[in-house]
T-cell receptor, first 107, second 116 residues
Framework: DAKTTQPTSMDCAEGRAANLPCNHS???????VYWYRQIHSQGPQYIIH???NNETNEMASLIITEDRKSSTLILPHATLRDTAVYYC????????FGAGTTVTVRA | NAGVTQTPKFQVLKTGQSMTLQCAQD?????MYWYRQDPGMGLRLIYY???????DKGEVPNGYNVSRLNKREFSLRLESAAPSQTSVYFC???????????????FGAGTRLSVL
């Protein structure tokens, strides 16, 4: 089964960049990396995805290592509303989620 | 756009009672999923349906049954509820397309279930 490893928790100061790592050493060559976040026990929401190139959208940036075994989600200017649990995964069919990283943005 | 709609939002059951959680999506997605989330934990897959007419077990299927009624609807049934099934249940859908293509999952707001 595909497995990802993320730190359990992370604190970040408001206005600073938050860098969230994820290890996905079992990823296969054609699997994308996806990032989601879950705020206050709402349903998770999609943030960004990538295959091997770095990606950026209005919410975040995604940096994927050349060997594709890990990636980093970057929230460039964290706000209090970015406090959430962040999940990465890459399993294409069963799409289970690990425990994710609880990010707390502090004023 | 409604997206993924789950009903009910809250439910309290007594041990041994049965109930069905409903999920419907209006995005014409082929695949649908049921997850449970316990306090402080990630989402664990209960069952999924890769396409209309098919269902498969996920990580934690025991105590649950599912029905893919049509392309829009995917229901989760608890035949004899147990306190261990107290959890938040999320339904999700996506359109896998080709392997590796952009295929975002969309989640419902969840059903908060307590079994006493």
């Amino acid at each position: 089964d595909a497995k990802t490893t993320q730190p359990t928790s992370m604190d970040c100061a408001e206005g600073r960049a938050a860098n969230l790592p994820c290890n996905h050493s079992t990823i296969s060559g054609n699997e994308y990396v996806y990032w989601y976040r879950q705020i206050h026990s709402q349903g998770p929401q999609y943030i960004i995805h990538g295959l091997k190139n770095n990606e950026t959208n209005e919410m975040a940036s995604l940096i994927i290592t050349e060997d594709r075994k890990s990636s980093t989600l970057i929230l460039p200017h964290a706000t209090l509303r970015d406090t959430a649990v962040y999940y990465c995964h890459h399993n294409d069919y069963k799409l289970s989620f690990g425990a994710g990283t609880t990010v707390t943005v502090r004023a | 756009n409604a997206g993924v709609t789950q009903t009910p939002k809250f439910q309290v059951l007594k041990t041994g009672q049965s109930m069905t959680l409903q999920c419907a999506q209006d995005m014409n997605h082929n695949s649908m999923y049921w997850y449970r989330q316990d306090p402080g934990m990630g989402l664990r897959l209960i069952y999924y349906s890769a396409s209309e007419g098919t269902t498969d077990k996920g990580e934690v299927p025991n105590g649950y049954n599912v029905s893919r009624l049509n392309k829009r609807e995917f229901s989760l049934r608890l035949e004899s509820a147990a306190p261990s099934q107290t959890s938040v249940y999320f339904c999700a859908s996506r359109d896998p397309g080709q392997l590796g293509a952009k295929n975002i999952q969309y989640f419902g707001a969840g059903t908060r279930l307590s079994v006493l």
